[in-house]
Each structure stands twice: as structure tokens, then as C-alpha cells.
T-cell receptor, first 110, second 114 residues
Framework: AQRVTQPEKLLSVFKGAPVELKCNYS??????LFWYVQYSRQRLQLLLR??SRESIKGFTADLNKGETSFHLKKPFAQEEDSAMYYC????????????FGKGTKLSVKP | DAGVTQSPTHLIKTRGQQVTLRCSPK?????VSWYQQALGQGPQFIFQ???????QRGNFPDRFSGHQFPNYSSELNVNALLLGDSALYLC?????????????FGPGTRLTVT
């Protein structure tokens, strides 16, 4: 079964501390993984995707097929990073639907 | 470009009634997907429309149906509403040929079933 697991509902860190948001997936095949973010009173938006190997707003995520993980990391958290973060897996099909985890709320304290 | 727009913003319905939600995709997009987000959960895929046809469907009953119009806008219809249908309904648009499959989400419609 295709599934995305985000084990932490809430992650609270202090400004300047490192952040790691965990994401594990279950998928038979070559997965395509994404991180979406939702800031307060804003709509859900794409943060980054593994296929692009990019760093957005200081965040990176590496796909680890052996551990079936796609953890989101940032070395120094900022208060503006406080948001809801969702890990998503692209399902089958040429376009494929997105399978989301339950999300992790990141709170960065001053 | 206002991006993806959805209407109405909020809606209150009674159990057993029917509801229609509307979505206009981002300019230039031709594909619309609908998601249901229950409280405390991630969005769950309902179905996707391209070229006015349902292309993929998630694990939702036939009470959930949709339509896409020639201008790419879309409607989500839910019949015989249940209390459990209370959720935020998200519309996302994309370009069918986009190999990166980036979906742009609307602000959602909050449906409350009493």
C-alpha cells in the first residue's frame, strides 16, 4: 500500500537550532516525493521536490531509498519557518495523485 | 493572476442534502484535482479531471462526483451528505504536461454538515 508517515504532530525548536522533520513512505516502485508547507492563513504550497535536488529557504531533503525516508532539514531555524509541513508521495499514473502524510506543525520559538 | 480560486469559502449543510463546490484553476493550467482534508489530517485525494474527463479517482464513494468545463474550471458534487463529510475541500490545478507535476492549491471550501 502507498503510504506516507510523519511521526511527529508537533515539533518545537528555538530560533537558530537545527530542524529535522521526519517523513517515511511506503511505495512499490520509484517514488517521487515532495514537501508542501502551509503558513498561517495561507494556502498549501510546494516547498521542494526530491527530483530537483534543490534547497529552498535553507531547507533540504534527501531521498533515502534504503530507509524509505525523505526527511526535511534546516541547519538554523528561523521564526518565519513556523508552519504546517506535509510530506507527499506521487502516486501512480502519468500525472498521479498526491498521497499526503498527516503533517507536522513546526513551531520556532524566539 | 489570482491563482486557484474556490467558492464558496464556507458552507453549512444538513445531513442528506447535496452540495456543489466550485474551482477555477490557475491561468494556463488544464488539470484539476480535488482533495478532502479532515481536521488534523493531511489532504486525501478524491479525483482528478483533465480534458473534461475523470482521469484518476481515490477511495471515495460514488456520492462524490465531479465535472470539468471547457474553460478548465471544475465542480465537486457530494450527494446524501453525511456528518463525516465535514472537512476542508481543496482544489489543486496543474499542467498535464508538466513533468514536475507541480500542483497549485486553492484556499479551500470549509464544509460543515449538521
Amino acid at each position: 500500500a502507498q503510504r506516507v508517515t510523519q511521526p511527529e504532530k508537533l515539533l518545537s525548536v528555538f530560533k537558530g537550532a537545527p530542524v529535522e522533520l521526519k517523513c517515511n513512505y511506503s511505495y512499490s516502485g520509484s517514488p517521487e516525493l515532495f514537501w508542501y508547507v502551509q503558513y498561517s492563513r495561507q494556502r498549501l504550497q510546494l516547498l521542494l521536490r526530491h527530483i530537483s535536488r534543490e534547497s529552498i529557504k535553507g531547507f533540504t531533503a534527501d531521498l533515502n531509498k534504503g530507509e524509505t525516508s525523505f526527511h526535511l532539514k534546516k541547519p538554523f531555524a528561523q521564526e518565519e519557518d513556523s508552519a504546517m509541513y506535509y510530506c507527499a508521495l506521487r502516486g501512480g499514473g502519468s500525472q498521479g495523485n498526491l498521497i499526503f502524510g498527516k503533517g507536522t506543525k513546526l513551531s520556532v520559538k524566539p | 493572476d489570482a491563482g486557484v480560486t474556490q467558492s464558496p469559502t464556507h458552507l453549512i449543510k444538513t445531513r442528506g442534502q447535496q452540495v456543489t463546490l466550485r474551482c477555477s484553476p490557475k491561468s494556463g493550467h488544464d488539470t484539476v484535482s480535488w482533495y478532502q482534508q479532515a481536521l488534523g489530517q493531511g489532504p486525501q485525494f478524491i479525483f482528478q479531471y483533465y480534458e473534461e474527463e475523470e482521469r484518476q479517482r481515490g477511495n471515495f464513494p460514488d456520492r462524490f462526483s465531479g465535472h470539468q468545463f471547457p474553460n478548465y474550471s471544475s465542480e465537486l458534487n457530494v450527494n446524501a451528505l453525511l456528518l463525516g463529510d465535514s472537512a476542508l475541500y481543496l482544489c489543486a490545478s496543474s499542467l498535464w504536461q508538466d513533468r514536475f507535476y507541480e500542483q497549485y492549491f486553492g484556499p479551500g471550501t470549509r464544509l460543515t454538515v449538521t
